[in-house]
């Protein structure tokens, strides 16, 4: 089984400024990999996800995200934040084979302060 | 767009009830899945299916069931509900065996008194 690690529980930042939330999962084989994010009282929303091809991908609102396979990484970053982003953050790994199997972080909760 | 739907927001229910959690995807996606999530922990799967009444245990099925009649629905049973299930509960569903995208439902929150 795969796992995933998050290893900022909490990502406070101030508007405007760049943000790079950490991710590290353990298995150096072919994986399949995105970040999701959940606002409040809500479910998860696919932010963005790479399959394979270039390593670095672009997602919705304005985020990145760069798969390292050597040090087994997907970080996702945003150049400049804004209030709306302040929410849950979860990276995840999934397994391809029948059921298709998710392994999820624990979250990054980001908190962009004005 | 893909639509997950749940059949309740929040949910109160008293210990030794039975729960039925309903899961509704439009897509014909063949796998669909059960999730709790709870503080510091992330989400963890409690049970998957990747085709109608096939089954599959997660990480944490102890005190849970699923059932799968129909391929669009994916029900989660709380046989005698305890208040270590108090918890956010979240169903996905997605196409396999690739391995893409999970589309989520908005959660339902459970309350067990």
């Known amino acids: 089984a795969q796992s995933v690690t998050q290893l900022d529980s909490q990502v406070p930042v101030f508007e405007e400024a760049p943000v790079e939330l950490r991710c590290n999962y353990s298995?150096?084989?072919?994986?399949?990999l995105f970040w999701y994010v959940q606002y409040p009282n809500q479910g998860l929303q696919l932010l963005l996800k790479?399959?394979?091809?270039?390593?670095l991908v672009k997602g919705i609102n304005g985020f990145e995200a760069e798969f390292n396979k050597s040090q087994t990484s997907f970080h996702l970053r945003k150049p400049s934040v804004h209030i709306s982003d302040t929410a849950e953050y979860f990276c995840?790994?999934?397994?391809?084979?029948?059921?298709?199997?998710?392994?999820f972080g624990t979250g990054t909760s980001l908190t962009v302060i004005p | 767009d893909v639509k997950v739907t749940q059949s309740s927001r929040y949910l109160v229910k008293r210990t030794g009830e039975k729960v039925f959690l309903e899961c509704v995807q439009d897509?014909?996606?063949?796998?669909m899945f059960w999730y709790r999530q709870d503080p510091g922990l992330g989400l963890r799967l409690i049970y998957f299916?990747?085709?109608?009444?096939?089954?599959e245990k997660g990480d944490i099925p102890e005190g849970y069931s699923v059932s799968r009649e129909k391929k669009e629905r994916f029900s989660l049973i709380l046989e005698s509900a305890s208040t270590n299930q108090t918890s956010m509960y979240l169903c996905?569903?997605?196409?396999?065996?690739?391995?893409?995208?999970?589309?989520f439902g908005p959660g339902t929150r459970l309350l067990v008194l």
């Open positions: 299916s990747y085709d109608v009444k096939m089954k």
């Open positions: 995840a790994v999934s397994d391809p084979s029948p059921g298709n199997q998710f392994y």
């Open positions: 996905a569903s997605g196409w396999g065996p690739s391995g893409e995208t999970q589309y």
């Open positions: 897509m014909d996606h063949e796998n």
């Open positions: 298995s150096s084989v072919s994986v399949y």
């Open positions: 790479y399959l394979s091809g270039s390593t």
